[in-house]
T-cell receptor
Framework: EDQVTQSPEALRLQEGESSSLNCSYT??????LFWYRQDPGKGPEFLFT???AGEEKEKERLKATLTKKESFLHITAPKPEDSATYLC???????????FGTGTQLKVEL | DTEVTQTPKHLVMGMTNKKSLKCEQH?????MYWYKQKAKKPPELMFV???????INESVPSRFSPECPNSSLLNLHLHALQPEDSALYLC?????????????FGPGTRLLVL
């Protein structure tokens, strides 16, 4: 069965303290691994799409990487405004059904 | 521009009411989606429209009725909802509904059923 799993569930960082969020997947024939950021009560905001192992993408303090089994979202020198829930997702089961992981709730403190 | 708009932002309705949620995109996308999201849970797919035709219904109760009047608009008609239907309803769109495509989400409608 196709699955997308994220860890940790919650992460508390001090401002400037770099870390990584993990998204592991068991999806036959991966057709894209997507990262979104979601603020409370808002819709998910698209960050990155990764299609093949070894691919990397960067945006400001965020860098996403992909292997054959997992994806990492690296946050370098985070700021309080990076606090949000980060979701990863992949198309599963054939067809255009996007399945989300349960998310990592990140809080960055001063 | 990757904007998807949703109205209303908030909705409170009784179990006997009929209401509709609206979603609009002007990106020329031909696939549109409805998701339901409960607090501290990930979004769950409800419906997919591709080229104005319903392509996926994730066994959603008939009290939720989707409609796609044209490629830019998506509605979700609500009737006789239950309190457990209270959630954030998200609309999304993608270029043509093929796998590999990025889905862009709207801000959501926060629904409370009393």
């Amino acid at each position: 069965e196709d699955q997308v799993t994220q860890s940790p569930e919650a992460l508390r960082l001090q401002e400037g303290e770099s870390s990584s969020l993990n998204c592991s997947y068991t999806v036959s024939g991966l057709r894209g691994l997507f990262w979104y950021r979601q603020d409370p009560g808002k819709g998910p905001e698209f960050l990155f799409t990764l299609y093949s192992a070894g691919e990397e993408k960067e945006k400001e303090r965020l860098k996403a990487t992909l292997t054959k089994k997992e994806s990492f979202l690296h946050i370098t020198a985070p700021k309080p405004e990076d606090s949000a829930t980060y979701l990863c997702a992949a198309y599963t089961g054939g067809g255009n059904k996007l399945t989300f992981g349960t998310g990592t709730q990140l809080k960055v403190e001063l | 521009d990757t904007e998807v708009t949703q109205t209303p932002k908030h909705l409170v309705m009784g179990m006997t009411n009929k209401k509709s949620l609206k979603c609009e995109q002007h990106m020329g996308h031909r696939a549109m989606y409805w998701y339901k999201q409960k607090a501290k849970k990930p979004p769950e797919l409800m419906f997919v429209y591709s080229y104005e035709k319903l392509s996926i219904n994730e066994s959603v109760p008939s009290r939720f009725s989707p409609e796609c009047p044209n490629s830019s608009l998506l509605n979700l008609h609500l009737h006789a909802l239950q309190p457990e239907d209270s959630a954030l309803y998200l609309c999304a769109s993608s270029r043509s509904g093929q796998e590999q495509e990025t889905q862009y989400f709207g801000p959501g409608t926060r629904l409370l059923v009393l």
